[in-house]
């Protein structure tokens, strides 16, 4: 094997390239990036960049550290073909491939006729938390964000300690309530209302206004919002459209099994682009998740190297986020067959939540309790079973009824 390329310089991008390399393989390595920018840690743009503190350099290794990997650095060029055939990635240049590893990520969504105003922000990238903090240091009068999910929270949060007016915009009845059901999602409602975020909820953005920059943001029951900064936090779509006529197949990401090979030989997939068969749920998932990614990215590289010695890639979701001194974290993935908060409660601020799915623990809310949080992704990782879930439960938190 003379050539591994990686398409997309992220954390799962840079991983693969460690891997590769930690398992001995000698041979070129290509890692094409759409920024300009090395591969950087997101998750402190979204937190205390935007707060305006003093955060450490956010690039995973300097140029310098890069090339002790001895890797092609293809960057600020993204990728705009992929020729399965004769086994080359277009960017720029043709590269050709034996093994490739795809790690393109998502982009941010924005909203209908966005582009035509100033004003206007999403946070995705580091040029993307750069503009907007900038912007929240101009000290606007009236911020709106659309979407209370966890992005867009951060934001709200970020604002509100600056002593900014915010509003914020969602479809949902509750925030997050199709991830954590309605009952924690009103615990979600409940930490912007405590902290003067003003919440407008079950209602959509049907347009905005202004003369060259976004002055009024419109909402579907008719109300008009004053907005001279808007920031549009409504998920993100994975980077695909590259791979069309490559005969790799996508859906919502490219599909991939559980050693995250996609329907075509040599390609693999790792991180935000991955929809890839979880054998520990028996389903497909796509996670936006640091810590999937950087293990994606490895596994998926050791895979492509060695087919022959394939590992299938399982793991319990973990995620995180800040919200006005609040810790949120999630494992697991919210079952459908029930939800139970066995400690605290919404009004207090502080609960644990269990999600079950059949007879089965799968998932586990907790706001600031930290320590519970990696007890119960172990139970999920052991398939535990829900009653089992419950008396763990009852011994850690007390709670008879439970």
Request: proline residues 4%; contains cysteine; hydrophobic residues 40%.
């Amino acid at each position: 094997m003379t050539g591994l390329v990686v398409v997309g310089a992220s954390l799962a991008g840079l991983r693969a390239v460690e891997r590769a390399r930690k398992a001995g393989y000698d041979g070129s390595i290509t890692l094409i990036g759409a920024e300009e920018h090395l591969p950087y840690d997101r998750p402190p743009l979204s937190k205390a960049y935007l707060l305006g503190e003093s955060v450490p350099d956010p690039r995973f290794r300097t140029e310098d550290q890069l090339s002790e990997l001895d890797v092609e650095l293809v960057l600020g060029t993204p990728a705009t073909g992929l020729d399965t055939d004769s086994r080359e990635v277009i960017a720029g240049r043709r590269v050709a491939y034996d093994a490739l590893v795809i790690a393109t990520g998502a982009r941010a969504r924005t909203l209908p006729g966005s582009e035509q105003l100033s004003g206007l922000h999403v946070l995705r990238t580091l040029d993307d938390a750069k503009e907007l903090r900038a912007a929240l240091d101009s000290a606007p009068q009236h911020v709106v964000v659309v979407g209370a999910g966890f992005i867009g929270s951060e934001v709200a949060s970020a604002a509100r300690a600056r002593g900014l007016a915010v509003t914020v915009v969602e479809a949902a009845q509750y925030p997050l309530t199709r991830s954590l059901g309605s009952e924690l999602g009103v615990a979600c409602s409940l930490l912007h209302e405590r902290h003067g975020t003003r919440l407008r909820t079950g209602v959509g953005v049907a347009g905005l206004e202004g003369n060259g920059s976004v002055e009024k943001v419109q909402l579907t029951d008719g109300t008009v919002l004053e907005a001279d900064l808007v920031v549009v936090g409504i998920g993100a779509s994975p980077v695909v459209d590259w791979l069309e006529g490559s005969g790799v197949a996508v859906h919502d990401g490219v599909v991939c099994d559980e050693t995250l090979a996609s329907s075509v030989a040599g390609v693999y997939a790792a991180g935000d682009v991955a929809c890839w068969r979880n054998p520990l749920f028996g389903r497909a998932m796509r996670l936006e998740h640091w810590t999937s990614a950087a293990e994606q990215g490895a596994i998926a590289a050791s895979n492509a190297l060695d087919p022959g010695q394939a590992r299938s890639y399982s793991t319990v979701p973990y995620f995180w986020s800040d919200w006005y001194g609040t810790r949120i974290q999630f494992v697991g993935v919210p079952g459908s067959d029930e939800h139970r908060v066995v400690a605290g409660s919404a009004e207090d601020g502080e609960l644990v939540a269990l999600y079950r799915e059949g007879d089965r623990l799968v998932g586990a809310l907790v706001l600031d309790q930290p320590s519970s949080t990696m007890k119960y992704r172990g139970l999920i990782n052991r398939r535990t079973s829900w009653a089992e879930a419950l008396e763990f439960a009852r011994a850690r938190h007390g709670g008879a009824s439970l």
